[in-house]
């Protein structure tokens, strides 16, 4: 069922609805959160609290408007607050599966080993950037999120995402060289 | 080993997307069950809420501002049960304003969904400190509540008018620069003092009192709150035109006229935006995070317990030092 419905059934007082919903975003959710507070723990609480209020203000939702957006930025927000009051820096431990995607075509040992090491060469690049450019990269690239849906979790523009993609983009090639070139 | 001299480096895009296909994330934790339980506790609570006080928005700041100081007068609290049911009545029409511009999930609310028009997703938090408003507590701080209401002459519910500027406090001239007045009209500039620092100026708040929480009330609605800012920039916090506040005062040193107050001593902790139901702090400290928290039922609650303590003589006004 769309979204749109759900969340009319959801206004009018249908739980059942509501939870529907939940359960569609509640992956994406904690997800985006994880990124931002960097804690398993801390991005439950903020997930399980976007949806509270997301439900405590669905009378004001605009009929029509996207849903998921509207909770990334709530979602976003309460994960900010969960890592202020947390009182640390992010730590981004992300970590890559050695083992293939489930569609992902078989690579030799040797072209197995490479790719291993590009993305762990990747994941080592992002944590020596700075927390604006991580997440927007991964807002776009890890949760592959929309643009509109990347500039509700930053709290900025759509138009502003693009730019800021870029110069991420940028200067993760810029710290890729130099690590290349000081190995 | 692998050879990264045949690693390609083209197609970041495209990397990056690979990599985020394998990224290992912690488990999903379900969501569905915690989530309902809290709603079936929440929904309840706030219908109750609504239903006998019903209630409004408050919100946000920042600031570069100092405090400024206050002369003592240990007022008695007296707030009656009309005042309570006004107040109650003001809470409870806040549907206009208030709610196009709720907090919480509402900051990101609906109707100005988009994230990108700004306010939306940044201040979307109802009990904390606005994204971009909070500062850092500094100077003197309250060490309670209570201690905060004993120090305060005058506490209230208010819609700022208008806000205007007064004198700049004077540093001594020099070369280093100025900056365009922002309250000027493109001629005058605000100089840079000799130790680099900018200069402060007075500003004043008016604000129609919409509910006096701790009295005595003002002759007149109308009062005038006197604050600092830094002169080089207008404020963006709680003092612009229609934001609804709560604040808690003392009256002015400054002027010696009936309907002047000051914030009480610390300017950050002791004013609120009123946004739907909720209070957002201005500054980023425990008390003010825990003041933001209170429903305003509580809210009135801890008012008039802390005017029995302090009737009781159990606390004690911050005095700032001179």
Known sequence: MEDTKLVEQAKDGDAAAYERLVREYEAVAFRTACLITGDAAEAEDAA??????????????????AFRPW???????????????????????LRA????????VSLSPEASAVASERRSELLRALEELGEGDRMVISCRYFLELSVEETAATLGCARGTVKSRLSRALGRLREVMTEENDAG | MPDREHTPDLDLERELRELGSRIEYPPTPDLVRAVR???????????????????PPLPSPRRAAAAATLLLVLAV????????????????????????????????????????????????????????????????AFRSFDQMV??????????????????????????????????????????????????????NTVVRIDEVLKGPAPATDVITVQTLEMAYARPTDWRKPEERVLLFLSHSEEEDEPGHYNV?????????????????????????????????PELLQKIERAKEKIARGEVKPLRPER
């Open chain 1, 48 to 65: 399980q609290e976007a949806f509270v209020k997301a439900y405590l203000a669905l009378k004001r939702f605009r009929p029509g408007a």
């Open chain 1, 71 to 93: 909770l990334l930025a709530i979602v976003a927000n309460e994960a900010r607050n969960q890592r202020k009051s947390a009182g640390r820096r992010v730590a981004l431990a």
């Open chain 1, 97 to 104: 599966s050695k083992e293939p995607p489930r569609s992902g």
């Open chain 2, 37 to 55: 339980q809290r709603i079936e506790e929440e929904v309840p609570e706030r219908n109750a809420r609504r239903g006998i006080l019903g209630i």
């Open chain 2, 77 to 140: 609290p007296v707030l009656s049960q009309t005042a309570r049911e006004e107040l109650a009545g003001w809470f409870g029409a806040g549907g206009g304003a208030g709610d196009a511009a709720q907090t919480g999930a509402a900051g990101s609310s609906p109707s100005s969904e988009t994230p990108e028009d700004g306010a939306s997703s940044g201040e979307s938090s109802a009990s904390t400190v606005l994204e971009q408003g909070g500062v850092e507590e500094s100077g003197p």
């Open chain 2, 150 to 203: 004993a120090t305060s002459d005058l506490v209230v519910t208010g819609t700022v008018i208008e806000v205007m500027p007064g004198k700049i406090i004077e540093n001594e001239t020099s070369d280093k620069g100025s900056y365009p007045d922002p309250w000027g009209n493109g001629g005058t500039t605000v100089p840079v003092s000799e130790g680099g620092e900018f200069p402060t100026r007075l500003l």
């Open chain 2, 264 to 296: 009480a001593v610390t300017h950050s902790q002791t004013a609120y935006i009123i946004r739907g139901e909720d209070l957002v702090a201005t500054a980023k400290d425990p008390l003010s995070a825990r003041v933001a928290r209170l429903s305003f």
